[in-house]
């Protein structure tokens, strides 16, 4: 005897994450391969951006190329180069830069570059730099008002591009735009920004581009999903290639009027914790700061510790919470009072629950996922958002468990290549002069002199 009274203890298991995301690596295959079957012959950029949209881009990444992907799309090069890292030697491109990007890391990584303007002539002299030819995508701007070269500017960008293939500094492999509301399929400004993608293509081709060798590319998920059901949304030119993100892992752009299922798809996403206490409370009780919620009758109160510093938004009060408990059946309820950085409180609705036998402490406790879980949109509505954004902002706090997937067993591996892109005085001094002529001039003049004599003046690292 301890003489210490006997208090309820629920299971303990500290062995499995207190928070996790679970993310069903089938699910994304099944996304993929249904996506593959929608777009025939064409190419699938998977769209890995932001970590995989919060699930883990390495992991993602295979699953992805296991089912069919033929390409990966990041938005910036780091993200790319980080991939390359995890052992991920597909093919990538990344496209939106700053003058801080590592386009030499980038070049020999290969990794393909997007090039909207400046950013083309950055390209070109990195590598010259590393004495590579990059892989160039040219970005064009049909109406999105992002990055992308303007109408105007772009036949300026195809002759400097050509003039950079011709040196042997880039070879152009594409040609892509972005769609600004391909998520409102029965909008016409979609097929206003296709036709205008296509001109631009045949201007490219006028101008000298070999239209054979490009990719040109222009449909996101909503536009690749929209394209498959012709009969509500007529015909949309998916053209060589699209980039999919959202629909990868398993969500509807079109919420609310398609769901995922109705569209083929897969949530592949759950995220989760457990109850972490339970307790009865009097009518008048207040919850959580500003006690913006007072129960209205006595009632059991559960905490769910999960918060802002997990990526749930701060402002989704009555978004949905799906609980398990041992003893009762799973139910649906309500978040209420404000969610805090760490936390966040579930009414059960009546007086009681606290009661062991029903086990709601320590119950798992899911905020999305598919199935029976609430819908990941629930969420996006109580806080106003989207779904991309939801699963998006989830935190590192939160822990990622992987399953299935056909190539899961193999164990990824972290493995950076280091000073693989020293800082190239030669490379930043010709950057900031900024004179195309004369930087082209030295170059096949630089060129010339290396073809005629053995001479090795030009500094090439790890040449
Ligand atoms: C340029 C570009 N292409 C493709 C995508 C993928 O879009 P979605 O997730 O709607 O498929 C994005 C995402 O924002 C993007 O920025």
């Not at 928070?19 to 998977?46: C, F, M, P, T």
Request: charged residues 25%.
């Amino acid at each position: 005897m301890t003489g210490i009274d006997e208090i309820y203890l629920p299971e303990l298991n500290p062995f499995e994450p207190e928070r996790y995301a679970l993310i069903d690596l089938d699910a994304v295959e099944s996304n993929v391969r249904h996506i593959k079957s929608l777009i025939g012959d064409r190419s699938l950029i998977a769209i890995i951006k932001a970590d995989a949209y919060g699930h883990g881009a390495p992991q993602i990444a295979r699953a992805a190329l296991a089912a069919g992907a033929d390409m990966l799309g990041l938005v910036h090069a780091a993200e790319a180069i980080e991939l390359r890292d995890w052992g991920i030697d597909a093919p990538m491109i990344a496209w939106l830069h700053t003058p801080h990007t590592d386009f030499m890391r980038a070049i020999l990584r290969d990794i393909a570059l997007g090039a909207s303007g400046w950013d083309l002539d950055a390209i070109a002299r990195a590598a010259r730099s590393v004495g590579m030819r990059a892989r160039v995508h040219l970005k064009l701007d049909t109406g999105l008002g992002r990055n992308g070269s303007t109408l105007e500017d772009w036949p300026k960008l195809v002759q400097r591009a050509l003039k950079y293939q011709d040196a042997g500094l880039i070879s152009v492999e594409g040609i892509f735009s972005h769609l600004a509301v391909a998520d409102e399929p029965w909008n016409a400004e979609t097929t206003v920004q296709i036709a205008r993608l296509l001109e631009a293509v045949r201007d490219a081709e006028e101008l000298g581009l070999d239209r054979e060798k490009l990719m040109v590319h222009l449909a996101n998920s909503p536009a690749t999903l929209a394209a498959s059901i012709p009969s509500h949304y007529g015909e949309l030119a998916l053209e060589d290639a699209v980039r999919c993100g959202l629909a990868l892992y398993g969500l509807s752009p079109f919420y609310p009027h398609h769901s995922a299922e109705e569209l083929g798809l897969k949530p592949a996403m759950t995220v989760g914790t457990f109850v972490s206490a339970v307790k009865e409370v009097p009518a008048g009780q207040g919850v959580s700061y500003g006690l913006r919620y007072q129960t209205e009758k006595p009632t059991t109160l559960a905490l769910i510790p999960m918060g802002y510093a997990d990526g749930v938004p701060r402002v989704a009060e009555n978004a949905p919470v799906r609980l398990y408990p041992a003893g009762a059946p799973a139910r649906t309820v309500r978040v209420v009072g404000r969610i805090a950085m760490d936390q966040m409180v579930v009414d059960l609705g009546e007086p009681g629950l606290s009661d062991p036998s029903y086990g709601y402490l320590g119950a798992r406790a899911v905020l999305f996922g598919a199935g029976e879980d609430p819908a990941v949109e629930e969420w996006a509505d109580a806080a106003g958002t989207i779904n991309y954004e939801i699963v998006t902002r989830i935190s590192s706090r939160v822990e990622r468990i992987y399953t299935g997937g056909s190539e899961h067993s193999e164990e990824l591996l972290y493995d950076p290549i280091q000073d693989e892109s020293p800082i190239d005085e030669e490379f930043l001094a010709a950057w900031s002069e900024w004179h195309d002529e004369e930087f082209l001039a030295a170059w096949s003049e630089r060129h010339q002199e290396d073809n005629t004599s053995d001479s090795d003046t030009e500094s090439t690292p790890n040449a």
